[in-house]
């Protein structure tokens, strides 16, 4: 069969892989940062040492790293309505729940990994930096904002970087309940068109340059950082 990409280039194709673009950058960009902010909030409160809020965070980080993400995906969206009232299922559903619980989804797993990342990070720190932040006077959270968490995030920032495509690559599993980002348009335009290797190989080619996007930033950031040490 002869090739023919010319067809992707229909308007109503390209809006559609456009539009599918746009949603895939908007919910991996909601999930980044929810995932950052919760996983961090989650590191500071195993660095509290306290046994109960330390086997309570060890839960939610190993029930989210050992459950497959696509069933996460499902639980939110299937699952988790059955527990709502009617008028709140009614209103989800008015309110674009697929990409509601989709963000859900893949922020509240991936909170899970920064966690560890971070964690492992901290690990990396001596001991003796926390004690002399808090000689000076410092506060556990002050000292952990200000001394420990800045030195964790930039030895645990390698694994940030590859996580952070992980998630990318994650969205694409919003297509599963209904959501219309990039790998649901191609689904559509493949369905339409039947030209299946051209659509496929541009849908492969958009995540394969947003994700060596995210590496060179991570890259980048990394050499600054680096440099600013010495």
Known sequence: MKLDFAVLLRPEFLAQI????ALTLELTLLCWVLAHLLGTLLVLIRMTNNRWA???????????????MLVHMFMWYFGI??????????????HHAEFVFAFLAVGLTMAAY?????????RAIPHGQFE??????????????????PQGAR?????????SVVL???????????VAEL?????????????????????????????????????????RLRVGVR
């Open 183 to 223: 790998t649901y348009a191609t689904r559509e335009i493949e369905n339409h068109t039947y030209r299946t290797f051209e659509t496929y190989l541009v849908s492969t080619l958009i995540y394969l340059a947003l994700s060596l996007i995210i590496m060179a930033a991570g890259a980048g950031l990394e050499r």
């Open 18 to 21: 456009l539009h599918g673009l």
């Open 155 to 163: 030895n645990a920032l390698p694994p940030l970087i590859n996580h």
């Open 114 to 122: 920064v966690c560890e990342d971070l964690r492992s990070g901290i």
């Open 168 to 178: 990318l690559k994650n969205t694409s599993l919003a297509m599963t309940i209904g």
């Open 81 to 94: 309505p059955m527990l709502l009232h009617d008028w709140m299922q009614q209103w989800a559903n008015a």
């Open 54 to 68: 330390n086997a309570a965070v060890g839960a939610y980080v190993e029930y989210h790293r050992n459950v497959p």
């Open 132 to 149: 002399a932040a808090r000689a000076l006077g410092l506060g556990y959270l002050r000292a952990s904002w200000k001394v420990i968490l």
